[in-house]
């Protein structure tokens, strides 16, 4: 395949997907006010399974639609970019993406348990990433703080004679459960489980399970309180 067409392959599934997505970004994504809104809520649910109303802001940019599934209610801000891929990307109901987030797939491995899943009425942040080379799981009522980061992949790097790019990568995933607080600049790395109604504390880069119903903070983080029955 020529680079052209793994271009196209990689951004959108295929050169008719491309087209389409192009032409409607080109034709509606800049339209400001209700009108706009109103104006891709109607095309865009052409491409884009899922079922009922949602908004996007101007702006919004979407690669991918055919991968992508948006349920009702889902708000995205100014500047939201989604790139779905093989393993999906799921908005569920009335969650709200917020101004210059990147919820970005990114499986062009095609790994097997690659795909993002966020839950019904959940917040992601200002400008916060979510990548999804191993499957990342929110779940209902989750806040991902303002540029916060879930990057649920690591590179190997333990032959010392090829570098780190040659060497392949882990994707074993990430899962946030319900009612979970994820702090504005705190880092989710792979492999990681934060329990249900958890805290991790603004800034803390998490390596390691996060117990239900507990704060962690610090880089790396550890447990600072628990409460209640998990």
Same mark, same amino acid.
């Given at each position: 395949?020529?680079?052209?067409?793994?271009?196209?392959?990689?951004?959108?599934?295929?050169?008719?997907?491309?087209?389409?997505?192009?032409?409607?970004?080109?034709?509606?994504?800049?339209?400001?006010?209700?009108?706009?809104?109103?104006?891709?809520?109607?095309?865009?649910?052409?491409?884009?399974?899922?079922?009922?109303?949602?908004?996007?802001?101007?702006?919004?940019?979407?690669?991918?639609?055919?991968?992508?599934?948006?349920?009702?209610?889902?708000?995205?801000?100014?500047?939201?970019?989604?790139?779905?891929?093989?393993?999906?990307?799921?908005?569920?109901?009335?969650?709200?993406?917020?101004?210059?987030?990147?919820?970005?797939?990114?499986?062009?491995?095609?790994?097997? +348990?690659? #795909?993002?899943? *966020?839950?019904?009425?959940?917040? =992601? !942040?200002? $400008? %916060?990433? &979510?990548?999804?080379?191993?499957? @990342?799981?929110?779940?209902?009522?989750?806040?991902?703080?303002?540029?916060?980061?879930?990057?649920?992949?690591?590179?190997?790097?333990?032959?010392?004679?090829?570098?780190?790019?040659?060497?392949?990568?882990? +994707?074993? #995933?990430?899962? *946030?459960?319900?009612?979970?607080? =994820? !702090?504005? $600049? %705190?880092? &989710?790395?792979?492999?990681?489980? @934060?329990?249900?109604?958890?805290?991790?504390?603004?800034?803390?880069?998490?390596?390691?399970?996060?117990?239900?119903?507990?704060?962690?903070?610090?880089?790396?983080?550890?447990?600072?309180?628990?409460?209640? +029955?998990?």
């Amino acid at each position: 395949m020529s680079r052209l067409g793994l271009y196209v392959s990689a951004s959108s599934g295929g050169f008719l997907a491309y087209w389409v997505e192009e032409l409607l970004t080109l034709a509606c994504g800049w339209v400001p006010t209700l009108i706009g809104i109103g104006l891709r809520a109607a095309l865009y649910r052409l491409l884009i399974r899922g079922s009922g109303w949602f908004a996007a802001e101007a702006g919004v940019r979407i690669r991918g639609m055919k991968f992508i599934r948006i349920e009702d209610g889902v708000y995205l801000d100014q500047g939201v970019y989604l790139h779905g891929r093989p393993g999906g990307l799921l908005l569920g109901a009335g969650t709200r993406v917020m101004s210059g987030a990147v919820l970005h797939v990114y499986n062009f491995r095609d790994l097997p +348990a690659a #795909g993002i899943a *966020v839950g019904r009425e959940s917040v =992601i !942040g200002l $400008g %916060a990433v &979510i990548t999804g080379q191993g499957k @990342v799981r929110l779940g209902d009522q989750v806040i991902v703080g303002p540029r916060a980061m879930i990057l649920p992949v690591n590179h190997r790097f333990l032959e010392k004679d090829r570098p780190i790019k040659e060497q392949g990568i882990e +994707a074993r #995933g990430v899962t *946030v459960e319900d009612g979970a607080w =994820i !702090g504005a $600049g %705190a880092m &989710i790395l792979d492999g990681v489980t @934060v329990g249900r109604n958890a805290v991790v504390a603004a800034g803390a880069v998490v390596t390691e399970d996060v117990p239900a119903q507990s704060l962690v903070a610090g880089s790396p983080a550890k447990l600072v309180k628990e409460w209640g +029955a998990r």
